[in-house]
């Protein structure tokens, strides 16, 4: 009999999979595998309908303060060996018909989505160099060079990880390669589906069936229409370095006493603000904001901190861009701080 497409078959297993995972137990997790390969469940869906989403599920989880980043580490490790035992079961001994490579844009260190994509494609007959995760983005050009790829895949599963998929289309470019067609994959593309098109790629997908499906129809129209960056994208990456320092020294001089941290969450801040711009929407800072008010609390910096700190930012980026970037910079990072504030219960910050 088979149970692929009863559903709630299927989401029992994965709620005994989820339990699994946040106990740390490798064996039942290994149990409940088993026991959707012997109800015949195809090893596709095993990935689709039960590793892909019990990932997300531990993510919210983490984000929630509901498992630690042991538990978290843990449970990837565990879909991560059992992926490799599933490995087999999408070994393709046909002839291949395309090459792709694969990876994480740096300092993307989740890499569980852009493997399952490899597997799938390795299904399909491509032939798959994967690179796992934070490849640099002259490796990813390197590779795509040597290899005559027919496409690059790419995932950005962190918000502020976004400008480094444009990084890579400019890079591509640069070099006379910028016939080659680029897919991404990760959370903003999901949250976002037409946010591939606003950074110049050629299609994104939400899982690896979809992202197959998406490279053999991009590979039957290459014709993109390359859109220039937003001119505030490209005048916060240029004063990046300025506009972190100036702001930390702000929150120095305010009181503040960790200059480290401070660096750390401008150059965080300003790369979520790129993304926003180049995609030409602030709706993706929705979820940073989510971020701000259900998961940084727990690392210490309250939503009052966080908000205080932007304002700041706010101050900067009016000295420091031209008008009229500075203004839809500013417009960007006032809806960051509403959505924050509203999510925390606070009453708004007038804007700079």
């Known amino acids: 009999m088979h149970y692929e497409n009863d ?76 992926m490799g035992e599933l490995y087999p079961y999408f070994k393709n001994r046909n002839a291949t018909r395309h090459t792709i490579v694969l990876g994480c844009v740096p300092d993307e260190w989740h890499r569980v989505g852009v493997r399952m994509v490899s597997d799938f494609f390795e299904a399909a007959g491509w032939q ?54 680029v897919i991404a994959g990760g959370m903003p593309f999901i949250e976002q589906p ?43 990456r240029t004063h990046r370095e300025e506009i972190v320092a100036m702001a930390t020294a702000r929150c120095l001089a305010a009181g503040d006493h960790d200059r480290a941290l401070l660096n750390a969450g401008f150059g965080f801040a300003t790369r979520m603000l790129e993304a926003a711009l180049a995609v030409g929407t602030p709706t993706p800072l929705g979820g940073q904001a989510a971020w701000a008010t259900e998961r940084q609390p727990h690392d210490g910096v309250a939503p009052e901190e966080m908000l205080s700190h932007f304002a700041h930012l706010n101050i900067v980026l009016g000295q420091l861009l031209p008008p009229p970037e500075s203004y839809q910079a500013q417009a960007y990072l006032n809806y960051l701080m509403d959505e924050t504030a509203r999510r925390a219960g606070l009453p708004p910050i007038p804007p700079a």
């Open 128 to 181: 798959v160099h994967y690179l796992g995760a934070n490849v640099p983005i002259r490796e990813l050009v390197g590779l795509a060079r040597e290899t005559s790829a027919d496409m690059v895949g790419i995932s950005a599963e962190m918000l502020f990880n976004l400008p480094r998929v444009g990084e890579l289309v400019r890079a591509l470019d640069a070099v006379g390669l910028g016939g080659i067609p």
């Open 194 to 236: 037409e946010l591939w098109s606003a950074l110049s790629l050629h299609g994104s997908a939400g899982d690896a069936a979809a992202a197959v499906a998406t490279a053999e129809r991009v590979l039957g129209d290459r014709q993109i229409e390359a859109r220039p960056e937003p001119a505030a994208a490209t005048a916060l």
């Open 7 to 82: 559903g709630a078959f299927m989401e029992g297993l994965r709620q005994d999979y989820i339990q699994a995972l946040v106990a740390g137990s490798g064996r039942a997790a290994d149990l409940v595998v088993e026991t959707a390969l012997g109800a015949t469940v195809k090893p596709q869906q095993i990935y689709l309908d039960l590793f892909q989403p019990s990932a997300y599920a531990i993510g919210r989880l983490w984000q929630a303060n509901r498992v630690s980043v042991a538990q978290e580490h843990l449970a990837t490790a565990i879909i991560e060996r059992q």
